[in-house]
């Protein structure tokens, strides 16, 4: 129930293209959706984070669309470039309640846009 | 403003020696503190947390132990290092409401 799914593990894009990457998860408690990016040596930082009330976030190239009868969201990156070559994590928790406030993190998208 | 620090950004340490990793917070009071450890190419693996002073929730057994001797300090710590401690570690504090904010890391290598 703790659980956040993250798919594909790895993801080859060329330059301009979209990059996408999905999430599930269980717990419907959840109620703060977060992408992290983390490049090579350096700790991961907060990229866009959404929260249940709306189906869809956008910041520059980054989108989030969440929907909540499925328990899925996913990261778009439009015109994708080789800078936005990192890794992505998605991850979820309740905003509030100590604890129970900690993120579940997915496993990681490698992402690499080619030139 | 609220920032993390975490030392050092790299370490080299022998089989069978002593570990000490701090991390500290300025900005915020009583927040919750996380110890990470991401071996290279995974994901984050959450070995301990902290909701307040002296209060440590460990997630995962194993040689490593960790401490929070005042407000904003967490301390990562072990008496024996092994070859499997190897990794990269990372602190992080918890806004309620707004995630986490890591530290840039510290690259163990145990050799």
């Known amino acids: 129930q703790q659980q956040v799914k993250q798919s594909p593990q790895s993801l080859i894009v060329q330059k301009g293209g979209i990059s996408i990457i999905n999430c599930a998860y269980e717990?419907?408690?959840?109620?703060?959706f977060p992408w992290y990016q983390q490049f090579p040596g350096k700790g991961p930082a907060l990229l866009i984070a959404?929260?249940?009330?709306?189906s869809e976030k956008k910041e520059g190239r980054f989108t989030i669309s969440f929907n909540k009868s499925a328990k899925q969201f996913s990261l778009h990156i439009m015109d994708s470039q080789p800078g936005d070559s990192a890794t992505y994590f998605c991850?979820?928790?309740?905003?509030?309640?100590?604890?129970?406030?900690?993120?579940?993190f997915g496993k990681g998208t490698k992402l690499s846009v080619k030139p | 403003s609220q920032t993390i620090h975490q030392w050092p950004a790299t370490l080299v340490q022998p089989v069978g020696s002593p570990l000490s990793l701090e991390c500290t917070v300025e900005?915020?009071?009583?927040?919750?503190l996380y110890w990470y450890r991401q071996a290279a190419g995974r994901g984050l693996q959450l070995l301990f947390y902290?909701?307040?002073?002296?209060?440590i929730s460990s997630e995962v057994p194993q040689n490593l132990s960790a401490s929070r001797p005042q407000d904003r300090q967490f301390i990562l710590s072990s008496k024996k290092l092994l070859l499997s401690d190897s990794g990269f570690y990372l602190c992080?504090?918890?806004?309620?409401?707004?995630?986490?904010?890591f530290g840039s890391g510290t690259r163990l290598t145990v050799v």
């Open positions: 902290s909701v307040g002073i002296g209060q």
């Open positions: 959404i929260r249940p009330d709306v």
């Open positions: 992080a504090w918890m806004t309620e409401g707004y995630g986490y904010t």
């Open positions: 991850a979820a928790s309740r905003r509030y309640g100590g604890s129970q406030g900690n993120l579940i």
């Open positions: 717990n419907t408690a959840f109620d703060y």
């Open positions: 900005g915020t009071s009583n927040p919750n």
